[in-house]
């Protein structure tokens, strides 16, 4: 008789929320958001947003801007999609030479 295999559930919610809040403060890297509409916009309380922000700072990818109060992004985080616009444009110059390379009439 064949075992049933069960597929293990690895979904943790508040890393899920976390990187959700990750994904809200990607909205606004310059200016950033206040703790309540951070909160509205994920339908948490604000202790919740709190503390996930307080996580977000010891990873280094979230600070509060004391002057307006607001939250964003570190540039670590933004800097690392940087990256990867950069490795697209390398890719995409690539098949564009490739391209002119393969149409060249003889």
Known sequence: ???????????????????????????DVVNGYSVTALAQHMDV??????RDLANLV??????????TGLWRLTTKLPQQAMKVMMSIQRARSRIDELDQRFNRTV
């Open 1 to 27: 008789m064949k075992e049933k295999e069960t597929k293990a559930d690895y979904t943790n919610e508040s890393q899920q929320r976390i990187l959700n809040l990750v994904l809200v403060l990607f909205g």
């Open 45 to 50: 309380k604000l202790p919740v947003v709190t």
């Open 58 to 67: 010891t990873a280094g990818v979230a600070e509060k801007d004391h002057e």
